[in-house]
């Protein structure tokens, strides 16, 4: 079955300070790849997203994803984060067995000045 | 830029009672999807729709839930008799093409059932 893991819950970070948050995912094939955020009380923005071809991706918000074959990890990161980073980012799976996501658990980022 | 949006941004109801959030897709999608997110919780699949007809539904989509194309523009998930654990944050997503295409997430419609 498939399935999409975020192994830290929280992650707490300086402003200015380089940030990763990490995803594995459980799948027979290559599946599309997505990182999207949420912002209290919003929906979900699609900052990124790996279909095939170079496997380091950029995405909106000076934010980037490498996608890892052999690990199954697509993480998540970024040189320098702001304070407006601070949101949930979810890691997602698109299967080609359906229309349908899987999503991780999120990780939720808090950015202190 | 196109969006996907939702009404209402937040639903109180009884227990026993039906509720219908509604959705529009952006214009040119053909693939509609209903999530949840119990708080706290990761979002999870409820349902695909094209071509006026599910493609797909997880094991929590059951006779309860319905989904609909009343109009060209609306995509609607019905709730027939809401029970406490249908609280939850419901989003609405769309996207161009299937087997996964982006999809666009709405902002939710937070559903709160009494």
């Known amino acids: 079955a498939q399935s999409v893991t975020q192994p830290d819950i929280h992650i707490t970070v300086s402003e200015g300070a380089s940030l990763e948050l990490r995803c594995n995912y459980s799948?027979?094939?290559?599946?599309?790849l997505f990182w999207y955020v949420q912002s209290p009380g919003q929906g979900l923005q699609l900052l990124l997203k790996?279909?095939?071809?170079?496997?380091l991706v950029q995405g909106i918000k000076g934010f980037e994803a490498e996608f890892k074959r052999s690990q199954s990890s697509f993480n998540l990161r970024k040189p320098s984060v702001h304070w407006s980073d601070a949101a949930e980012y979810f890691c997602a799976v698109g299967v080609f067995t359906g229309n349908q996501f899987y999503f991780g658990t999120g990780t939720s980022l808090t950015v202190i000045p | 830029e196109p969006e996907v949006t939702q009404t209402p941004s937040h639903q109180v109801t009884q227990m026993g009672q039906e509720v219908i959030l509604r959705c529009v897709p952006i214009s040119n999608h053909l693939y509609f999807y209903w999530y949840r997110q119990i708080l706290g919780q990761k979002v999870e699949f409820l349902v695909s729709?094209?071509?006026?007809?599910?493609?797909?539904k997880s094991e929590i989509f059951d006779d309860q839930f319905s989904v609909e194309r009343p109009d060209g523009s609306n995509f609607t998930l019905k709730i027939r008799s809401t029970k406490l654990e249908d609280s939850a944050m419901y989003f609405c997503?769309?996207?161009?093409?299937?087997?996964?295409?982006?999809?666009?997430f709405g902002p939710g419609t937070r559903l709160t059932v009494l």
């Open positions: 799948y027979g094939a290559t599946p599309y």
């Open positions: 997503a769309s996207s161009e093409q299937g087997i996964g295409d982006t999809q666009y």
């Open positions: 729709f094209y071509n006026n007809e599910i493609s797909e």
């Open positions: 790996y279909f095939s071809g170079d496997t």
